[in-house]
């Protein structure tokens, strides 16, 4: 039996990783979720009984270095922050420094190894930190969530997907398979080492999605690729952080430019199963679009 401790429990990927970690019959590993606060605590353990909930901040090293307290197993899941860098360092610091972690799963982006925008930077800079410790590290690089589509939720209600990737395609992921892919890694042997490239399971252009709202809910969604600076001014608009609008804006050009249009194997390899294509993801969410 291993200690597993889930940094970023509370967040999408985290609850995603929870709910098929709880889900596996033969569960026989004790997980630990690290959450930055006893109110996080609290609802994480209405939804996970079983769950060990331990309160901590990366930014306070204190809670940091007592989270680690007989962890076998790290799953880091970074949060969305300015300080990517920083965080990861610390709390690798804090893994290699306890004396019991052995297995670090890193979450990261896809393309990080490319270091060609903002995001694979900040991701890089982990994954390579990592590397350079003793620690059997796996990184889990994830594109665009399928999810992400729902803060696109209110141009589609009124007709339009307005998504600035130009003819470019790439392939949308949805975050329960990301859980799942974290869950399997985490439960099973042989990913030391070994840094696992995760996309939907098809290319899609902006035209394509927006095709794939039309027929989903049974009304014209027109696609609409707006220049760099409506984008970002609208992601501004909606409460995004200026770094963050402005690193969205460089991903998207990046996918316009067709330099992340790909389908990789790994994610169906790890699920041992097909992924969700982004038609399922519409018809089980129709009513948020609608
Ligand atoms: N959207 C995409 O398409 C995409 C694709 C690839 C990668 N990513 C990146 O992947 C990562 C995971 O995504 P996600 O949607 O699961 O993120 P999320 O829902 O924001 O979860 C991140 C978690 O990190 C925790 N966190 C933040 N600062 C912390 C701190 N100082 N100490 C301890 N915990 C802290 C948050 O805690 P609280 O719950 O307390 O806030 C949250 O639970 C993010 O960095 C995201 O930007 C996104």
Redesign the pocket.
């Known amino acids: 039996m291993c200690n597993i401790l889930i ?8 609850r995603a990783t929870l709910t098929s970690l709880y889900n596996k019959s033969d569960l026989s590993d004790h997980i630990i979720a ?4 006893e109110e ?1 605590a609290q609802q994480l353990k209405a939804d996970y009984p079983e769950l060990e909930t331990r309160v ?4 306070d090293p204190s809670t940091l270095n007592q989270s680690f307290e007989g962890v076998d197993k790290v799953f880091y ?5 300015e300080q ?1 860098e920083e ?1 990861a360092k610390a709390v690798i610091d804090a893994a290699v420094n306890s004396s019991s972690v052995k297995d670090f799963l890193f ?1 990261s ?2 393309g990080a190894e490319y270091e060609a925008i903002l995001f694979g930077r900040q991701f890089r800079y982990g994954e390579k930190y990592l590397e350079n410790t003793n620690l059997n590290w796996t990184h889990l690089r ?4 399928q999810e ?1 589509l729902f803060g696109w939720a209110e141009g589609i209600k009124q007709g339009a997907l307005y998504l600035g990737t130009g003819e470019g395609k790439f392939a949308p992921l949805l ?1 329960k398979d990301v859980g799942e892919m974290a869950a399997n890694i985490l439960t099973s042997q042989g990913h030391a080492h070994k840094a696992y490239n995760i996309t939907g399971p098809e290319l899609l252009s902006g035209a394509d999605i927006a095709s794939t709202f039309t027929d989903v809910l049974g009304k014209d969604i027109a696609f609409v690729s707006p220049d760099n600076a409506t984008t970002l001014d609208s992601l501004l608009n909606t409460g995004w952080s200026l770094w963050q609008a402005e690193g969205m804006v460089e991903l998207l050009n990046l996918f316009a430019a067709n330099q992340a249009a790909m389908v990789s194997p790994d994610g169906e390899a790890l699920l041992g199963r097909p992924l969700t294509t982004l038609k399922e993801f519409v018809e089980s969410n129709k009513v948020a679009f609608a």
């Not at 690290?34 to 606060?37: F, L, N, Q, W």
């Not at 994830?142 to 969530?145: A, G, P, Q, R, Y």
């Open positions: 940094i970023g429990a509370a967040g999408l990927n985290g690290a959450v930055r606060s996080k901590m901040d990366i930014e899941i970074t949060g969305n922050i990517r965080h979450y982006v896809f994830t594109i665009f969530f992400n975050v």
